[in-house]
Nanobody, 117 residues
Framework: QAQLVESGGGLVQAGGSLNLSCTAS????????MAWHRQAPGEQRELVAT???????NYADSAKGRFTISRDNAKNTVYLQMNSLKPEDTAVYYC???????????WGQGTQVTVSS
């Protein structure tokens, strides 16, 4: 089956950095957009950053200037470099991928990011 697998989460102190990775594998249709979302306990899942197949990026206001999304199409992998982490960044981070027409969408299982003060 097609799947997205995240890695790179963990526990870090405020001001630190983490680099999340998400690799797509299996029988997956051609992906156009990849993205990172996050969900804190008791809150709605929110968009963090998106990137098109050709590198066009968009960021949530909370991520601008601190996070960088990138991708390696040859490896079918998307990354989220997170710098200057804050306790409010604590959440489960989910990888997302979709075809251009959104006929097919995929979600990863999530990776926990915990930022201590």
């Amino acid at each position: 089956q097609a799947q997205l697998v995240e890695s790179g989460g963990g526990l870090v102190q405020a001001g630190g950095s983490l680099n999340l990775s998400c690799t797509a594998s299996g029988n997956m249709f051609s992906i156009n957009v990849m993205a990172w979302h996050r969900q804190a306990p008791g809150e709605q899942r929110e968009l963090v950053a998106t990137i098109s197949r050709f590198g066009t990026t968009n960021y949530a206001d909370s991520a601008k200037g601190r996070f960088t999304i990138s991708r390696d199409n040859a490896k079918n992998t998307v990354y989220l470099q997170m710098n200057s982490l804050k306790p409010e960044d604590t959440a489960v981070y989910y990888c997302y991928a979709a075809t251009y027409d959104r006929r097919y969408t995929y979600w990863g299982q999530g990776t926990q990011v915990t930022v201590s003060s």
